[in-house]
């Protein structure tokens, strides 16, 4: 791979991992700890996480317009400095309200770099390098989640506290990393669409949408499943979302390529079968079973995202920007809906995770239908 190929594409990596990777799902592995530590309960946890889901949808509403106001470059380095300030205010246990705010803080910044990051990338490498390009982007989400699983558990020791102002720390190095790399793709990319040129594409955004509602189980609960539903230790529930983490990696990196080699919308299919498989192995009694999810889960749950961003391209060319907005913000409504359903599930069944791992595989098994029905 060349340079020119590499420098945004790791650039939009960075942003990633930041915004989705860390400022998400970093609070996974947290979720168990903070519990043990009685900042929140079990359900109050679960809130937070869905308060973070909704500051996703309003994100990716505000990312393109900040894009034109700022620029992109502006636009991704405002977004990261948010992510590093809401991990800092967390460090302070100001109760449940201030927790649930700086995370929807966090959600609302990782929605802005997941909305422009992917776009302006695409716009700025070759058309047969856009498929590896939204790899290795996508990719950044997997590092992340895999940072998170080995840096919590060293933090922890030290404290809740200082585990989140260890987070705020690793995103400020990676926006060192990533400011002067950022893509800074060609005003056209970035235009107001001319009416009746960007496709409706229903079948990417419900398949897409539906597949973000059925990963709300793994996203929030996976950690807590592991140490508090089939006992694991703290420790071994990171290393369970390392797994996770890790099966993102090769999910991104390997969807990015059969979206090219294949197609987006035929890979999309694929990777909906790999969603429903994890979720079912999600629900098999036993560790071996659990950890065989999460590698599954990570892998469909990353890789769905470079395929989907693949799909867009195939349906809407250069106002994919457009597309892309309109399909990530159906995945963020699902999954803030789901978020909070799943919660008061959660609650109303005495924190059973059989319960809403069983509602995110049927959403699953619906998004695979309505991806196999695209016959485009």
């Known amino acids: 791979m060349s340079l020119p190929f590499l420098r945004p594409a790791l650039a939009g990596a960075a942003a990633t991992c930041s915004g989705i990777g860390l400022a998400r799902f970093a609070y996974v592995p947290l979720f168990p700890a903070m519990v043990a530590a009685g900042w929140v309960d079990g359900g ?34 405002l977004g990261l400095l948010l992510v590093a300030l809401a991990f800092a205010a967390c460090a302070w246990n100001g109760g449940l309200v201030w927790l649930a705010a700086w995370r929807g803080l966090a959600g609302i910044a990782g929605g802005v770099l997941m909305g422009v990051t ?15 390009a939204a790899g ?5 989400v997997g590092t992340g989640v895999s940072l998170a699983s080995l840096l919590v558990p060293l933090l922890l020791p030290a404290g809740l506290s200082a585990t989140w102002l260890g987070l705020a720390g690793l995103v400020l190095v990676l926006l060192a990393f990533a400011h002067p790399r950022w ?3 060609p005003a056209e990319a970035g235009a107001a669409a001319r009416p009746g040129t960007v496709p409706r594409a229903t079948a ?68 909906m079968g790999f969603q429903v498989l994890a979720m079912g192995l999600a ?6 079973a659990l950890i065989a999810a999460a590698l599954t ?25 457009i597309l892309w907005v309109r399909t990530t913000a159906g995945f963020a409504v699902a999954q803030s809906i789901t978020g909070f359903a799943m919660a008061a599930l959660f609650a109303a069944t005495g924190e059973s995770h059989a319960a809403i791992f069983s509602a995110g595989l049927a959403l699953s098994i619906a998004a695979l239908a309505v991806a196999a029905s695209d016959r485009g």
């Not at 109050?44 to 992109?72: D, E, K, M, S």
């Not at 290795?136 to 950044?140: A, D, L, N, P, Q």
């Open 283 to 288: 629900l098999i009694p036993g560790k071996l």
């Open 183 to 185: 893509p800074r793709p």
């Open 204 to 271: 990417l955004i419900l398949s897409y949408a539906l597949s973000g509602a059925g990963l709300v189980p793994p996203m929030v609960y996976l950690a807590d499943l592991a140490v508090r539903g089939r006992g694991f230790g703290l420790t071994s529930g990171s290393l369970v979302w390392l797994l996770f983490g890790l099966g993102g990696i090769a999910g991104t990196l390997t969807g990015g390529r059969l979206a090219d080699a294949l197609g987006g919308r035929r890979a999309l299919t694929l990777w």
């Open 44 to 77: 109050g946890a679960g809130l937070i996480g869905a308060v973070n889901l909704t500051g996703y949808l309003a994100g990716t509403l505000l990312g393109r317009p900040a894009a034109r106001r700022l620029g992109v470059p502006n636009t991704l380095s």
């Open 118 to 132: 992917g776009p302006s990338v695409q716009a700025v490498v070759s058309p047969q390098r856009r498929g590896a």
């Open 297 to 321: 889960g990570g892998f469909a749950a990353m890789g769905v995202t470079a395929v989907a961003l693949a799909a867009a391209r195939e349906w809407a060319g250069m106002q994919a920007g």
């Open 136 to 140: 290795v982007v996508i990719g950044g």
